[in-house]
């Protein structure tokens, strides 16, 4: 049987300079999901790939991170 629980993924991408900690969020719906990027504005600041020295970016459902301790507040709050 499949699990709905929400839970987060995390992973380090050797091949990505210059965000390679990341978190995959799963099962959370739209509502949880909006709420998430709000916090991530907020927190973090508005970027994309083309922002010189962005703290995060979002791709792929996934949020990448230029710094771990960026990614553990992302799983303290989220977990």
Same mark, same amino acid.
């Given at each position: 049987?499949? !699990? #709905?629980?929400?839970?987060?993924?995390?992973? %380090?991408?050797? !091949?990505?300079? =210059?965000?390679?900690?990341?978190?995959?969020? %799963? #099962?959370?719906?739209?509502?949880?999901? *909006? =709420?998430? #990027? &709000?916090?991530? *504005?907020?927190?973090?600041? !508005?970027? #994309?790939?083309?922002? =010189? !020295?962005? /703290?995060?970016?979002?791709?792929?459902? =996934?949020?990448?991170? $230029?710094?771990? $301790?960026?990614?553990? /507040?992302? &799983? /303290?709050?989220?977990?």
């Amino acid at each position: 049987m499949w !699990n #709905n629980t929400p839970r987060i993924e995390t992973g %380090y991408a050797d !091949n990505q300079p =210059k965000w390679p900690y990341w978190v995959r969020p %799963y #099962n959370y719906d739209e509502s949880e999901w *909006l =709420k998430m #990027n &709000l916090w991530m *504005l907020e927190t973090f600041g !508005n970027c #994309n790939w083309h922002t =010189k !020295n962005a /703290l995060w970016v979002g791709s792929d459902r =996934k949020y990448w991170f $230029r710094d771990e $301790r960026d990614r553990t /507040l992302f &799983l /303290l709050k989220w977990s």
